[in-house]
């Protein structure tokens, strides 16, 4: 039912993203709060694969302005993709502030099994995986990436890859820290 519920939802989620009706709603973002509450979501699926889950901020972090629903959907799309591609090892979640780029970093980090660059050229596209044997093998639709993405761009945000097969692969997340002001300036 689960997996049925996050088809559902992603399905609506890519149809409003393609229609550009994605509402944002800017509110004050406590990041503590944020990945604590991204990693209660994932943990299950972590402990469930012998994962060591990693989250954290440092001390004195600041909130930012941002929409924390959002934030959180990007965290968990990439959060449970790193469980769903590592067995017995480690994910990480860590959280930076970059004030010199007014910017919110997250760098989401696996042991797991790791992409070629041809496999990262495609990981963005809507219903695709990294290769065809990967939905058989690990499930999922190809959309939490591409939503993610979606989200990303229409915060004025990025996503950056690093992958080795058989290694690992890295996700940084960039988001401006005042997301009131983008949004403000956009409609200009």
Request: hydrophobic share 35%; with cysteine.
């Amino acid at each position: 039912s689960q997996d049925l519920l996050n088809l559902v939802n992603n399905t609506l989620d890519q149809s409003k993203i393609q229609s550009g009706q994605i509402d944002f709603h800017c509110e004050t973002v406590d990041i503590t709060m944020l990945i604590e509450a991204t990693k209660a979501i994932v943990f299950p699926v972590a402990q469930k694969r012998n994962i060591q889950l990693w989250a954290s901020a440092p001390k004195h972090m600041p909130s930012i302005n941002g929409d924390f629903g959002k934030l959180k959907q990007i965290l968990v799309n990439h959060l449970s993709n790193a469980c769903k591609f590592t067995q017995d090892g480690t994910v990480t979640l860590l959280a930076k502030h970059l004030p010199q780029k007014a910017r919110m970093q997250f760098t989401i980090t696996d042991s797991g099994i790791g992409m070629t660059e041809q496999q990262i050229n495609h990981i963005f596209e809507p219903y695709q995986q990294a290769d065809s044997s990967i939905s058989n093998r690990f499930g999922g639709t190809g959309l939490g990436l591409s939503i993610s993405q979606k989200l990303c761009e229409l915060m004025q945000g990025e996503i950056r890859i690093q992958s080795t097969p058989g290694v690992g692969t890295s996700f940084i997340i960039e988001i401006p820290d005042n997301l009131a002001h983008v949004l403000e300036q956009g409609n200009h």
